[in-house]
Every structure is written in C-alpha cells, then in structure tokens.
C-alpha cells in the first residue's frame, strides 16, 4: 500500500477538537432558563412527592453523625463521649439512636397496639370457633354413623329373630313336636318372645274391637230375634262367645324375662341370637347358609364386620 494510501485512511481518522458550546449563554437560553426554574419553583408538589422529601430528609438526618460543634454533642463530650463510641459503661450498649417511627394518621399513641391487640383477640377467637366447629363436624358425623350403626342392628336383630324362630318351628315339625298354634308367650323362647307377644297384643286388639262393635250392635232396635245356628253367626260376623269376654280379660301378667332381654342393649341381644343360631342350627345370617355341621367351615365370623 502506497503512503498515499495511509494518509487518506478516512476511517480510522480522530478529531481531538470537537466543537463546543457557546462560552456565553445568550439572552435567549438565559430567559428560557430562567423560565423554567421559575415554573419548577411555582409548581406545586404532590402529597407523595412530598412525603418522599420528607423521608429522604430525615434518613440523610439519622444517617448524619452529630458534628463536634453541635451542642448536645459539646454536652456529652464533658462527660468523656467521643465520635464512635457507644452510649453508655456497657460494651453492647446502643451506637445508633432510636429509630424514629411516623405516624401517617392522627390517631393518638397506644391507639395502634391497642388496634392490634383486638385484631389478636378477633384471631384467637376465630380461631377457637373454628376449632369448635370441626370439633362439633366430628361429633356430628360420629353421632350419624353411631345412628346408622344402631339402625341396621336393628334390622339384624329383627331379621335374626325371625329366622331362629323359622328354624325352631321347623325343627318341631321334623321331629313331629309341633306346638299348637295358640302356643302360650311364655312357653315361647326369651330370643324371638318379642315377636309373639306383638302378634298377640295385635290379636287382642282386633278381638277387642271387633266385640265392642257387636255390643253396640247388640244394644240397636232389631225385629223379632230369630234363631241362628252357629255358622250363622260366625258368618255374620257376630262371636259365638258373650262380647265382654276379651274386654274384662287382659293379656298375661308382666313378662320379667322378656323385659330384662328386652333392657339390653341391641346390638347385645344381637349377639346372643348370633351364637344361638350358629350353636343350635349351625346357621351363619350374614352367610345366609345353614352349614352341615358344627364346624361351619368356610364361614368368616360371627359380627358382619367379619364379613365385609
């Protein structure tokens, strides 16, 4: 490359004098900031503008050190306090003043923690009822399955009670020892006695019912009476027996056994209905199966917990 070349290298040229401003502002610049600063100056500041200076002022303020020839300073400078030391005889004694906390509203002093406080109390208490509420949810939905639990041993103890007694009439029968209809309630097992006593109590009732209608009957004016056989009668509705009879009579005096089965609780006289048909008929109600044997063999439990 020619030394031509080199000093006509345009791209790598540098100006060392670079123009600069006018020494002088003229009467125009000077007017238009003179202008400016008095709208700066006129302009009215916001309140968080404001605010913001007052902050700012007051953090340079904490953030000053007192200088010697401040005069609280000459004070504790007599009582030997130097620039950096601590404010008073202990080692950990405080170096920084007390940090100065605004207030923003015109509440007065203590209004604030007293504020807190109830905002605490309002939280302790939300959280007790709270507390109570799951508590009480607990309770509730431990009381409905304790309900339901009641409910369907129940409908066990019914359904067991009617099956031992299917089973004991059977068993009568095959052994040719079948008891009279009109059997006695008392001579009928404690187990399913229940059962019986409501089925008479329901007869009596009819039968009281039933007689009472015929005595008013009896009392109407009727033509001349005609002789009736018995057939008649009985056809007619009317009893061969006086109406009075099952008026005066009552059922059977107070059953004590049946009552002290009765007092206990259900799921109790479950269990023994449970055992007896498992002992006497090697029957299981929640298998729903009469097994051959003593063994009953295949059968998970007694409880129908056992069986789910």
């Not at 080199?6 to 002088?24: I, L, Q």
């Not at 207030?103 to 302790?124: A, C, N, P, T």
Request: proline share 4%; hydrophobic share 30%.
């Amino acid at each position: 490359m020619s030394q031509s070349d080199e000093d006509d290298d345009y791209m790598n040229m540098t100006f060392e004098d670079a123009p600069k401003g006018p020494k002088y502002e003229t009467s125009l610049q000077r007017a238009a900031r003179k202008r400016k600063e008095g709208e700066a100056r006129a302009r009215q500041k916001t309140k968080a503008e404001r605010e913001a200076d007052a902050e700012a002022a007051r953090e340079a303020a904490l953030a000053t050190a007192l200088p010697e020839t401040n005069k609280g300073f000459k004070m504790m400078a007599k009582f030997g306090f130097k620039q950096g030391d601590v404010l008073g005889k202990s080692e950990n004694a405080r170096k920084e003043p007390i940090r100065v906390d605004m207030k923003g509203d015109r509440s007065g002093i203590g209004l604030e923690s007293e504020k807190k406080r109830k905002f605490r109390e309002q939280w302790e208490q939300a959280e007790r009822e709270a507390k109570r509420s799951k508590e009480e949810e607990g309770d509730y939905v431990e009381i409905r399955r304790l309900e339901a639990k009641e409910k369907k041993a129940e409908r066990d103890l019914d359904s067991a009670q009617r099956t031992a007694e299917r089973l004991s009439e059977k068993e009568e029968e095959d052994k040719g020892t079948a008891q009279p209809a009109e059997k006695p309630v008392m001579d009928v097992n404690v187990l399913w006695r229940s059962r019986a006593r409501r089925r008479a109590v329901i007869k009596h009732e009819k039968q009281q019912r039933r007689e009472l209608n015929n005595s008013i009957a009896s009392r109407l004016p009727t033509l001349a009476p005609e002789e009736e056989d018995d057939d008649s009668k009985v056809a007619h509705g009317r009893d061969l027996a006086p109406f009075y009879t099952s008026l005066e009579n009552d059922l059977e005096d107070e059953d004590s056994e049946l009552a002290e089965f009765e007092a206990l609780p259900v799921s109790e006289r479950l269990q023994k209905l449970l055992i007896f048909l498992r002992e006497t008929f090697h029957y299981c109600l929640y298998c729903g199966y009469q097994y051959p044997d003593a063994a009953m063999e295949g059968c998970p439990g007694v409880t129908d917990e056992e069986h789910d």
